[in-house]
Each structure stands twice: as structure tokens, then as C-alpha cells.
Nanobody
Framework: QVQLVESGGGLVQPGGSLRLSCAASGNIYSIYVMGWYRQAPGKQRELVAD???????DYADSVEGRITISRDPAKNAVYLQMNSLKPEDTAVYYC????????????????WGQGTQVTVSS
């Protein structure tokens, strides 16, 4: 089985920084894309940023310029460096990955981490 484990959430003041980490483990043949989503209370889960195996990145308009996603293929890990945090960034942040876990074409799925809370407040 495949697991995603996140770390790095917490409480930070407005304008502060946090770095989230996520590592995938288990039966992994390849990882197509890794990314971060977030869900604030009463809102739908939304994409924050993702990065493909080729290094292409996408950012939500609301975080562009403040957040950087990076990936370490050797560690099956993805990171989210968040700077200039705002109260509206408060949410549970989820790691997501599209993973090939077996040799057959159909042995691929979307996997999610358990989520890590980020709270931006003074």
C-alpha cells in the first residue's frame, strides 16, 4: 500500500512563514504528480500548488508569489514553502499524489495524506 505522511503545520502570525513536508512510502513504481490542497472550515477543498514529474508547477492565484512548491524525487517527497502568510491561508493542508503502484496500466491511483493544520493568527 501507499501512504502519504505530512508534517510542518502549526500556528504562525500574519506575515510569517511555514514549510510543509510530505513523503510517500510503500509500493511505488513512479509518481506522476505531487501537490498540496487545502480546506478551510465551510469551504471546498482547493488546489494550492502541484508539481509534475517533469517539474512543471501550477499555483492557485491566491498564493502565487508567496508560496513555492518543490519536490525531491529521490525521497518521494514534496515541500511547500509558505511565506507572507495571511489569515485567509488558515486551513487543513492535504498532500496529494498520483502514483503508479504496480506494473499494470491500471495500477495507478490518487492518494491523500491525513492533513496538517495551518493557522495564521495574531
Amino acid at each position: 500500500q501507499v501512504q502519504l505522511v505530512e508534517s510542518g503545520g502549526g500556528l504562525v502570525q500574519p506575515g510569517g512563514s511555514l514549510r510543509l513536508s510530505c513523503a510517500a512510502s510503500g509500493n511505488i513504481y513512479s509518481i506522476y504528480v505531487m501537490g498540496w490542497y487545502r480546506q478551510a472550515p465551510g469551504k471546498q477543498r482547493e488546489l494550492v500548488a502541484d508539481i509534475s514529474s517533469g517539474g512543471s508547477v501550477d499555483y492557485a492565484d491566491s498564493v502565487e508569489g508567496r508560496i513555492t512548491i518543490s519536490r525531491d524525487p529521490a525521497k518521494n517527497a514534496v515541500y511547500l514553502q509558505m511565506n507572507s502568510l495571511k489569515p485567509e491561508d488558515t486551513a487543513v493542508y492535504y498532500c496529494n499524489a498520483g502514483i503508479q503502484y504496480g506494473p499494470r496500466y491500471e495500477d495507478a491511483d490518487d492518494f491523500w495524506g491525513q492533513g496538517t493544520q495551518v493557522t495564521v493568527s495574531s
